[in-house]
């Protein structure tokens, strides 16, 4: 039983530090610390430093593709190759020394037709058995309708394969509505708060409204996070709320990623689903303990799961 992740629009992002923002001027920048981007990246390398196995599938060719690679593999995560129409995009973030603040700029991947899609979904097929974990994570790539990416999960969830999702937006809609009963789907609270239409104000209407996902066929379970507050699980087994830990925050960047990283890990070892909610969320807490790229930490994770204890509602 192999745990997989998918990314269709990676990059490699680039932070850099001046002293400050001033329009007009050349800005000198400190040497580039370069990353592997992208929440499917993010989620097997977290698995990774979990203590699991996973396997990153990205589109992603040429000598970029080989780049991060070679950055995958210094995180101890086997990458393999899906196809891609073009290059890679690189993102880049600049901090403001004078200032502490974080200025992210963010690019658009190249634009992909219908046949790119055809061709990455032939390929996980081939790829993926049943019993297999496919965690999909991470924007779609530019000219993928939502609906596109539906029609993969169902095809996938038709031959077994056990599909994780956390997106947003117009693919979160789609797939919420298209009743694929794939196995996971995650959301945080304002995806959810802009899926059901109507403010979710206490862990109560955020457990409903993961109930009512799961009674409409859109998964098997359904997650919902509540920031700081922790997440909410349903299933057709019952409903459960776990807390986040109270810890000092260093950057919240990667919590989303590391929470799928945990329940993932925890699903894959025939865990009961309160303890998969309960290591999500010490996952995620962890990871808000480290700087935004360094992810969620084994050692911190058993730690805290002490604090984020699931309990029924």
């Known amino acids: 039983m192999a745990i997989l992740t998918v990314t269709l629009n990676p990059a490699i992002d680039l932070e850099t530090t001046t002293p400050q923002i001033v329009p007009g001027e050349k800005l000198r920048c400190t040497e580039p610390r370069r990353d592997p981007g992208g929440g499917g990246l993010n989620v097997a390398r977290a698995i990774t430093q979990l203590g699991g196995q996973a396997v990153a599938l990205v589109a992603a060719q040429g000598m970029a593709g080989a780049e991060l690679a070679r950055m995958l593999a210094d995180h101890g995560v086997a990458m393999e190759h899906l196809p891609a129409p073009g290059d890679l995009r690189q993102n880049l973030s600049v901090i403001e020394g004078a200032s502490g603040q974080q200025f992210r700029f963010i690019f658009p991947g190249p ?14 097929l081939n790829r993926a058995g049943p019993g297999d974990w496919l965690v999909l994570s991470g924007s779609l790539p530019p000219g993928i309708a939502p609906e596109a990416q539906v029609a993969m999960v169902q095809a996938l969830t038709g031959q077994g394969v056990l599909v994780v999702a956390d997106t947003s937006g117009a693919a979160l809609a789609a797939l919420a509505s298209a009743r694929t009963l794939m196995a996971v789907l995650r959301m ?68 989303g990623d590391s929470f799928v990283a945990g329940a993932v890990l925890a699903l894959s070892r025939g865990q009961p689903l309160p303890e998969v909610l309960s290591w999500g969320c010490a996952a995620a807490s962890a990871a808000v303990t480290t700087p935004a790229t360094a992810l969620c930490e084994a050692a911190t994770l058993q730690a805290l799961l002490p604090l984020c204890g699931a309990s029924a509602i």
């Open 111 to 124: 634009t992909w037709a219908a046949a790119d899609m055809a061709g990455v979904q032939d390929a996980l």
């Open 188 to 255: 945080d609270q304002v995806e959810s708060e802009a899926l059901a239409g109507r403010a979710l104000p206490d862990l109560f209407d955020s457990a409903d409204f993961a109930a009512d996902l799961v009674r409409s066929g859109a998964a098997r379970t359904v997650i919902l996070a509540r920031g700081a507050e922790g997440s909410v699980l349903a299933a057709e087994t019952g409903r459960w709320f776990a807390p986040a830990a109270d810890v000092p925050v260093v950057s919240r960047t990667g919590a």
